[in-house]
C-alpha cells in the first residue's frame, strides 16, 4: 500500500489507487500522513480552486490570478462522504446569491477543493455507482465540466483518487474497479512483533505527539526527498521496446482484459524507477509492480481458486526467470 502510495504521489497519471482490506489496519491513515508529508504548494489567494499562479486562462476566477497574489496551502486531503450528492461532489449553483443578489454563481463541489491533492474515499463499495463513475472520469481527465441550470463551467481537477473497502460489506463493480490504475489488499498483521511495535507507536504517538513527530521527522524527509527527486527524474525515464514487450505480453498471459493493463505496467514502471533513481525501466521494475497493476483486471476463473494476485505471482516466476 505504502509504494502504490508513492507511485502515485511521483506520477499522478497512474489513475489512483484502490485499497482492499481488514478494518482497522490503517488505510486511511496512511493516505493521510503521505499528503501531509508533502511540502506546501504554490497557489492564487483566494482562488477555491486550488490554483497555481500563471493559470488563470483555465479558472473560472481569473480575475484573481494577478502579480502578488501567490500564496501557498498543504496538499489538499479531501474526504468524499457516503452520502454526498452530486452537486456536492462537481459543484452547483450558488442557491444564496441567486435569491439574494439575483446572480447566477457557481458554487465550488469536493472535486474543486481536491484539485492538486488527494480525494480519499473510504468504504468506496458502499458510494453509489453513478458518484463512482463520475470520479473516474474526472481523475483520468483532470477536468471537471459542469452543465446545470444555465450554469457552463470547466475547471481543473488533477486529484490522486484513493479508495479504500472492505471486500465482505460488498464488492466494487468488475467495470469501475478496472478504471483505478493501481490496486492492494491489506490484511491484518499476523506476525507478534509487527503487531507489538504498532502498539508501541501508536500508544508513543498519543502520549507525546510532538515528540514521535521529532523522533521520526529525519525519516520522513527522506521520504519526501525521494518523492521530489522522483518527480524531477520522470520525464528522462526510459521505457525500452523489449521491457514493453514483456509488460504486453504479460498482460495477455494472465488473461487481462482491455489495454489499461498495459498502460498502467508502463507508468507505474517508469514511476518506481524514477523513485529508485534509475533512468531505464527493467524487468525486475516490471516484477515489483505487476501485481499491484494487474491483479483487479483479470477474470475470475471457477477452475482456479488460487486468487488473482496468485495467478500474476505464478505467470510472473514463470516468465521472469
Known amino acids: 500500500?505504502?509504494?502504490?502510495?508513492?507511485?502515485?504521489?511521483?506520477?499522478?497519471?497512474?489513475?489512483?489507487?484502490?485499497?482492499?482490506?481488514?478494518?482497522?489496519?490503517?488505510?486511511?491513515?496512511?493516505?493521510?500522513?503521505?499528503?501531509?508529508?508533502?511540502?506546501?504548494?504554490?497557489?492564487?489567494?483566494?482562488?477555491?480552486?486550488?490554483?497555481?499562479?500563471?493559470?488563470?486562462?483555465?479558472?473560472?476566477?481569473?480575475?484573481?490570478?494577478?502579480?502578488?497574489?501567490?500564496?501557498?496551502?498543504?496538499?489538499?486531503?479531501?474526504?468524499?462522504?457516503?452520502?454526498?450528492?452530486?452537486?456536492?461532489?462537481?459543484g452547483a449553483l450558488d442557491l444564496e446569491r441567486a435569491l439574494g443578489a439575483g446572480e447566477k454563481a457557481f458554487e465550488p463541489g469536493l472535486l474543486a477543493r481536491a484539485n492538486r491533492g488527494f480525494l480519499y474515499i473510504d468504504e468506496i463499495n458502499l458510494l453509489e455507482d453513478h458518484i463512482v463513475d463520475l470520479l473516474l472520469d474526472v481523475a483520468a481527465s483532470g477536468e471537471n465540466v459542469v452543465e446545470r441550470e444555465g450554469l457552463s463551467i470547466r475547471h481543473a481537477a488533477r486529484f490522486v483518487l484513493v479508495g479504500s473497502g472492505n471486500p465482505e460489506e460488498g464488492e466494487l463493480r468488475p467495470q469501475l474497479l478496472d478504471r483505478f490504475g493501481l490496486s492492494v489488499e491489506v490484511r491484518t498483521p499476523q506476525d507478534l512483533k509487527q503487531r507489538v511495535e504498532i502498539l508501541k507507536r501508536c500508544d508513543a504517538f498519543e502520549q507525546d505527539a510532538p515528540l514521535f513527530v521529532e523522533k521520526w521527522k529525519?525519516?520522513?524527509?527522506?521520504?519526501?526527498?525521494?518523492?521530489?527527486?522522483?518527480?524531477?527524474?520522470?520525464?528522462?525515464?526510459?521505457?525500452?521496446?523489449?521491457?514493453?514487450?514483456?509488460?504486453?505480453?504479460?498482460?495477455?498471459?494472465v488473461g487481462a482484459d482491455g489495454l489499461r493493463g498495459e498502460l498502467t505496467l508502463m507508468r507505474a514502471g517508469r514511476a518506481l524507477a524514477a523513485l529508485d533513481g534509475d533512468t531505464v525501466v527493467t524487468a525486475d521494475h516490471l516484477k515489483r509492480v505487476a501485481p499491484m497493476a494487474l491483479r483487479h483486471r483479470l477474470r475470475r476463473n471457477v477452475l482456479d481458486d488460487t486468487g488473482s494476485t496468485a495467478r500474476i505471482e505464478r505467470v510472473l516466476s514463470e516468465q521472469f526467470v
Open 218 to 253: 529525519s525519516a520522513e524527509r527522506k521520504t519526501l526527498k525521494r518523492i521530489a527527486k522522483g518527480r524531477d527524474l520522470l520525464p528522462s525515464v526510459e521505457m525500452p521496446d523489449a521491457v514493453l514487450s514483456r509488460a504486453s505480453a504479460l498482460c495477455m498471459a
Open 1 to 90: 500500500m505504502k509504494l502504490a502510495l508513492l507511485l502515485a504521489a511521483v506520477d499522478a497519471r497512474i489513475g489512483g489507487v484502490m485499497v482492499f482490506g481488514d478494518r482497522g489496519t490503517g488505510k486511511s491513515t496512511a493516505v493521510r500522513a503521505l499528503a501531509g508529508l508533502l511540502p506546501p504548494i504554490p497557489v492564487v489567494a483566494g482562488c477555491r480552486y486550488n490554483c497555481n499562479p500563471g493559470t488563470g486562462d483555465r479558472c473560472p476566477a481569473p480575475e484573481l490570478h494577478k502579480p502578488g497574489k501567490a500564496a501557498t496551502m498543504p496538499v489538499p486531503f479531501v474526504d468524499l462522504p457516503l452520502g454526498a450528492t452530486e452537486d456536492r461532489v462537481i
